[in-house]
């Protein structure tokens, strides 16, 4: 079971990155998956969340309008434009305990991957 993010880099501030996330040893089609990011210093904090469906989205106050949750059946992207130096952190995908549920706490999800670092450059 494993979740792999990747896409993370260094970037200016106002430019874009693409966060992709896959799945491998279970089938995550029929959950709904979630990112996170984690900043030094600061506990990790929910951004994004998409229904195993695609069809229900939510996000942090913090994202909305820069952040887009899409998903191609298992693989979750996370589409961030218009980056602030703020949004530098190590970014997690997951998936939800409960498959359906559309959490937005690190406590609704049981899997994680690995994580990958953003880094925004003022």
């Known amino acids: 079971v494993q979740l792999q993010a990747s896409g993370g880099g260094l970037v200016q501030a106002g430019g874009s990155l693409r966060l992709s996330c896959s799945a491998s040893g279970r089938t995550f089609s029929n959950y709904a998956r979630g990112w996170f990011r984690q900043a030094p210093g600061k506990e990790r904090e929910f951004v994004a969340a998409i229904s195993y469906g695609g069809s229900n989205t939510r996000y942090a106050e913090s994202v909305k309008g820069r952040f887009t949750i899409s998903r191609d059946k298992s693989t979750v992207y996370l589409q961030m434009d218009s980056l602030k130096p703020e949004d530098t952190a190590v970014y997690y995908c997951?998936?939800?305990?409960?498959?359906?549920?559309?959490?937005?706490?690190?406590?609704?999800?049981?899997?994680w991957g690995q994580g990958t670092q953003v880094t925004v450059s003022s």
């Open positions: 997951a998936a939800p305990t409960r498959a359906f549920v559309l959490g937005s706490t690190a406590k609704d999800y049981a899997f």
